[in-house]
């Protein structure tokens, strides 16, 4: 039995161990700042690596693995209303986002103290939209316009 597959490639499942959060801070912070320029997941996993080695004197697990991971985080944050397309008036370029208020809301908990342990406790069901939003205590939202 393989792993379920999209039109265009596998979909990867996540580990059980739950989210790497420092990469989902990433790619919500670099949509937010993206206006003009592309958003490149991939490049963006490279960038934390190189850091993480910069500070831990070590690449944080395999660099394939986390440039995939990347790409995978980018399609469920769009596919759970956590970014959507930027709009060309706010600097979309047609590959860039933008944070929607359940993005800000996802930034906001991972840099809050205790925000990462509150996701971790729901498992890979952190970032389903009804218990992201039971859990942040907000109703479901569409877009915030928010950039």
């Given at each position: 039995m393989g792993k379920p597959q999209t039109a265009d490639r596998p979909v990867r499942e996540e580990p059980?161990?739950?989210?790497?959060?420092?990469?989902?801070?990433?790619?919500?912070q670099r949509a937010r700042d993206c206006a003009g320029v592309n958003f490149t997941p991939r490049a963006y996993a490279?960038?934390?690596?190189?850091?993480?080695?910069?500070?831990?004197?070590?690449?944080?697990?395999?660099?394939?693995?986390?440039?995939?991971?990347?790409?995978d985080y980018e399609a469920l944050?769009?596919?759970?209303?956590?970014?959507?397309?930027?709009?060309?008036?706010?600097?979309?370029?047609?590959?860039?986002?933008?944070?929607?208020?359940?993005?800000?809301?996802?930034?906001?908990?991972?840099?809050?103290p205790n925000g990462r342990a509150l996701l971790d406790e729901q498992g890979n069901n952190a970032l389903t939209p009804e218990v992201f939003d039971g859990l942040s205590g907000t109703r479901p939202v569409a877009s915030s316009g928010l950039g």
């Open positions: 059980t161990m739950g989210y790497d959060w420092d990469l989902m801070e990433r790619l919500l490279e960038e934390l690596a190189r850091e993480k080695e910069e500070r831990e004197g070590r690449i944080p697990g395999d660099m394939d693995d986390m440039r995939l991971r990347a790409a944050l769009l596919e759970g209303g956590f970014i959507e397309p930027r709009p060309q008036a706010l600097g979309g370029t047609g590959e860039n986002f933008m944070p929607t208020q359940r993005g800000v809301r996802l930034l906001e908990m991972l840099q809050q």
